[in-house]
Every structure is written in structure tokens, then in C-alpha cells.
């Protein structure tokens, strides 16, 4: 197998034995050198450095603090312009996903890729950039979709306080890393993970950004599904899923409501009609109530 080739296999393998664990069998590794230590440790609810300082495409000095203005969620990957496959995957499966959604970067959120190679040039990073946006489709987003770089000491302490390990390969001369989406509050907390491979992110980003911006950003209907518990986060898979009684429950409230709707004001003008005087007659004389089922009535004796 070509060098490459391998890089891109090792790469892959944290997303298939639980990111990155430690696999032991007969007390031999099961995960090759490359991979081992490699990784997400997921950080729910804790807050990540806002002091940490990055340079954008174009070239501007970025302070994280910046990126968050206590509206909107921001959704950060780690990613380097010289990676043979892995971020190429990950960012295309992202573009092709916000294209599925309401919701859109700038307006409702931000996307954030920080380079994880402090060697990277804001020229490769801004080509990454333009390539990205060009996949999404949507020019006029462009100030909502940041690609950042930075020295190694800023990237490994933003990566560390999000849980995300990664190590450099001197003899591939590349980066072996996992693939996840980080979702962040508008005030900068950790609110969930995604599986940055996931071929069903179109389905799992919009309900993450809902949840990562507290009701801030969505639809009506985004936030009662989410709020009602209609969708619940599984950390193991880094998925929602639906939750057959939270719909249950609903179809069983919209239900009376439309009952109550619809009958109330029925019974209330029902009530108001005044009675003829053979009606009055019937509901008060025995004659009238045998007559109404067709005899006799059954329950009064010889």
C-alpha cells in the first residue's frame, strides 16, 4: 500500500473504533502506531478558551471571542489544507448538508475551520475557503464561514479544551486526526459532537445548531420538536434520533386540541337554542320517550 493511501486508512480508523480508544486484544494493540492516541473526548457544557488568538484568510487577527456575539451557535471542525482526503470528506459532506437546511451561516450561525498545521499559508487557507463556499453554493454567506490558522500553541490548547487529539507523522509528513463537528453556544460552551463522516448529517445538523443556539435560532417547529424531547442526542453515535413516544404524546395533544376546538363551540351554541314546545313535551312525557325508540321503553316495568 502506498504511503498515502495508508495515511488515509489510519486516519479513518478512530471514526470506526469509537474515536480513537485503546484497543487491546491477547495484550497486543489492535490500533496501529499511527492511530493510537488519536481522538475525541467529548466535553459537553464546558467552555472553550475565548482569548486564543488565529489569522484568517485574509490575514486579519482573529481573538475567538470575536466569533461569538451571544446569538448565534458557531460550528468548528479542525482541518489542514494539506490533508490527502480526510478534511476533503468531512468539509464536502458539510457543504452538501447546509445546502439540506433552513438555516444559514452568517445569518443563524458560524462555520469555523482551524487549521490544525501551524505551518499552514493564508493562501492555502483561503483557497480551502473559496472552495467551500463555491460547494455550498451561496456566496453571500461567505462572512459566515471562517478559516482560521494559527501557531501551534493556540491550536493545541483550542483543541485540547474540545477534547480533540491529533498528532503530526514526521515520516508521512501529514497529521493523523479524526473527523468531528464541534457545536458551541453563542457564548462559547460545548454543546455537542457530530461525526464529521456521517452520511446522514444532512438530518442531524439542523436539530445540533437548534440545540447549540438554546432556542435562539430554528423554526417553531425546530424548537417545539426539540424542546418536547421528540429528538434525543446519542453521545455514542453522535446522532439524534427520533423518540417514538415524544411523538405519540403530540399526535395525542394535537389531537384533544382539535376535539376541543371543534366541540366546544358546538356544545356552547347547541346549548343556546331555545326548545320548541313538542320538543320540550317529548323530553318530559313517557309517551314521547317510548316513541323516540320506537315502543315501549325497556327499562320501565309492566
Known amino acids: 500500500m502506498k504511503p498515502v493511501p495508508l495515511l488515509i486508512a489510519i486516519a479513518l480508523l478512530p471514526a470506526l473504533f469509537g474515536g480513537g480508544s485503546r484497543l487491546y486484544a491477547q495484550g497486543q494493540r489492535a490500533l496501529p502506531e499511527a492511530a493510537d492516541g488519536i481522538g475525541v473526548d467529548q466535553k459537553v457544557g464546558d467552555r472553550i478558551p475565548l482569548d486564543v488568538v488565529f489569522d484568517d484568510d485574509k490575514g486579519n487577527r482573529v481573538v475567538v471571542t470575536e466569533l461569538f456575539d451571544g446569538k448565534r451557535p458557531v460550528v468548528l471542525s479542525f482541518n489542514y489544507s494539506n490533508c490527502p482526503q480526510l478534511c476533503v470528506v468531512q468539509l464536502n459532506l458539510l457543504a452538501s448538508a447546509l445546502q439540506q437546511i433552513d438555516l444559514m451561516p452568517r445569518e443563524d450561525f458560524l462555520v469555523v475551520s482551524v487549521g490544525i498545521d501551524p505551518n499552514e499559508q493564508i493562501s492555502r487557507i483561503a483557497e480551502v475557503k473559496r472552495k467551500f463556499v463555491a460547494a455550498y453554493g451561496k456566496p453571500s454567506t461567505a462572512d459566515g464561514i471562517r478559516f482560521l490558522r494559527g501557531n501551534r500553541e493556540n491550536i493545541e490548547r483550542l483543541a485540547d479544551a474540545c477534547g480533540y487529539r491529533y498528532k503530526y507523522l514526521p515520516d508521512q509528513k501529514q497529521f493523523s486526526h479524526p473527523a468531528a463537528f464541534i457545536f458551541l453556544t453563542p457564548d462559547g460552551r460545548i454543546a455537542r459532537y457530530l461525526d ?72 356552547f351554541f347547541r346549548r343556546g337554542e331555545p326548545k320548541g314546545d313538542d320538543e320540550q313535551q317529548e323530553s318530559t312525557t313517557p309517551k314521547a320517550r317510548d316513541r323516540l325508540v320506537g315502543g315501549a321503553s325497556p327499562f320501565i316495568g309492566n
Do not use: N
Open 196 to 267: 464529521g463522516l456521517s452520511g446522514d448529517l444532512d438530518k442531524t445538523l439542523q436539530p445540533a445548531l437548534v440545540e447549540a443556539g438554546e432556542g435562539r435560532i430554528g423554526s417553531v417547529f425546530d424548537k417545539f420538536m426539540y424542546f418536547s424531547g421528540c429528538y434525543l442526542y446519542d453521545p455514542a453515535t453522535g446522532k439524534y434520533a427520533s423518540q417514538a413516544m415524544g411523538l405519540v404524546r403530540i399526535g395525542g395533544l394535537i389531537t384533544v386540541v382539535l376535539l376541543v376546538v371543534t366541540l366546544v363551540p358546538y356544545w
